[in-house]
């Protein structure tokens, strides 16, 4: 399964991206997270229903000094996963 979320809310600037890496990476799900330019998350995570569906609770939590207002998800096709290795942050340096 590939699925695409953006998060909207108080989610830059509060280590929301090291935050989905660290549970990604955790749950075996391939994939990046990165900021927008609009002030959102943006995640792709490809992985088994069941590391997704973890993701997404914890997509929806946060980490500590966030606040998530909406969660907009899209499921891509399987052919969007391949080329997706290690979770990673895109544009974090």
Do not use: C, Y
Request: proline fraction near 2%; charge should be negative; charged fraction near 30%.
């Amino acid at each position: 399964m590939v699925i695409h979320f953006l998060i909207r809310g108080r989610v830059q600037g509060v280590g929301f991206r090291w935050f989905v890496q660290r549970e990604a990476a955790e749950l075996g799900l391939h994939g990046w997270v990165r900021n927008t330019d609009t002030g959102e998350v943006e995640v792709v995570a490809s992985g088994d229903v069941e590391a997704i569906d973890d993701l997404r609770a914890e997509l929806r939590k946060g980490p500590r000094g966030s606040r998530v207002d909406g969660l907009i998800e899209h499921e891509l096709v399987e052919a969007e996963g391949e080329p997706l290795g290690e979770f990673r942050i895109e544009g974090a340096w």
